[in-house]
């Protein structure tokens, strides 16, 4: 699936149910059915940046779920959150989780990180006063850091 989205395949029925439900963090929301999605998440999503990779970190599976955490390195090549295109490459963390059935995904859980996402297009939602100022030490792992 995460190749299709690289590809910018449009039709995503080959990996979704008609009548999924996609549940996402606020600013994402939630699709119910494959039209919905493409619609108002795939294609908006395929407008606003091009060029994506997506970087799956770490994958689990038990039972009829799976999930992973990753990030999707992209450019910025369209209007996102009122932004204009600033051309940059970006990093967008994600979360997702799956309910598959039948082969194909029934429901998609996600969580796009977009703070961090509008903090590299040079805009912090938190105006400096994020609890991250608050860290005592730099991240032990410089992968996760997305600014």
């Not at 108002?40 to 060029?51: S, V």
């Not at 955490?69 to 996102?80: K, Y």
């Not at 994020?130 to 030490?137: E, F, I, T, V």
């Amino acid at each position: 699936m995460e190749q299709a989205l690289e590809r910018a395949e449009v039709d995503c029925s080959d990996y979704f149910h008609d009548d999924f439900d996609w549940i996402a963090n606020f600013g994402c929301g939630t699709k119910r059915g494959l039209d919905e999605f493409e619609r108002a998440w795939y294609k908006p999503f395929r407008d606003a940046f091009g060029d994506r990779h997506f970087a799956t970190e770490h994958y689990l599976e038990d039972g009829n779920w799976a999930a992973c955490f990753g990030h999707c390195e992209a450019t910025h090549h369209g209007e996102f959150m009122g932004i204009s295109p600033t051309g940059k490459r970006i990093k967008i963390p994600y979360i997702d989780f799956w309910r598959v059935e039948n082969g194909k995904i029934a429901e998609n859980r996600v969580s796009v990180d977009f703070p961090a996402i509008l903090a590299q297009l040079g805009h912090d939602i938190f105006n400096g006063k994020g609890w991250d100022k608050l860290d005592s030490a730099p991240a032990k792992n410089a992968s996760l850091s997305f600014a």
